[in-house]
């Protein structure tokens, strides 16, 4: 299980690099001003635009399970990631408040939505006398991967504008549909 518990880890630190790098600063990304690279919203505008984004959260992360039942866990968490990508690059280049406000929720869904796969992908793949463990380990060492996010973020912000800063996520999001090479497609297996 060496091969497969090693894709998951990464695949794991990928997604939460990606989810935390993304959604720590797009609130920053919303109020800042122009002059800073940011859109200049107010913050009760910005607060509006976050509410609407995680509505689109909550749908993704809803559905996420059917479409996984219906096509399979690999192919949904690869067009999961995939779009979460094009959007998360989609988002960034756009200043338009408008457009921010339509494509927040659409890639929140996308960008989110994968979350709801991992119990069953790794319950999927494990025996019962490792499961707990190995869901543990490869989702908390994911975790523990992705803590620098928010700081890696920043620091490109600061250098390199609010765009280029959640612009890592979309990158973030394609290594870890990659990952998926190595991992097995689990729908329909036994849990044992």
Known sequence: MARVTIAL??????????YWGFNTWVPTFLKAAPAAGGIGLSNATMSSFIIVNNIGMWFGYVTFGLVSDAIGRRR??????????????????????????ALGPVTSFFATGYFS????VTAELYPTSVRATAQGFTYNIGRIASA??????????????YSTALSLAAG???????????????????ID
Not at 117 to 120: E, H, S, T, V
Not at 148 to 161: E, R
């Open 9 to 18: 880890t990464l695949m794991n630190a990928c997604t939460l690099f990606a």
């Open 76 to 101: 949904t968490y690869v067009a999961y990631l995939l779009l979460a990508a094009a959007f998360v690059l989609l988002y960034t280049s756009t200043k338009n408040p408008w457009a921010l406000l």
């Open 117 to 120: 796969g991992f119990g069953a």
């Open 148 to 161: 620098a996010a928010p700081a890696i973020a920043g620091s490109v912000a600061k250098t390199s504008g």
């Open 172 to 190: 973030a999001f394609v290594l870890a549909a990659v990952l998926w090479i190595f991992i097995p497609e689990t729908k329909g297996r036994s």
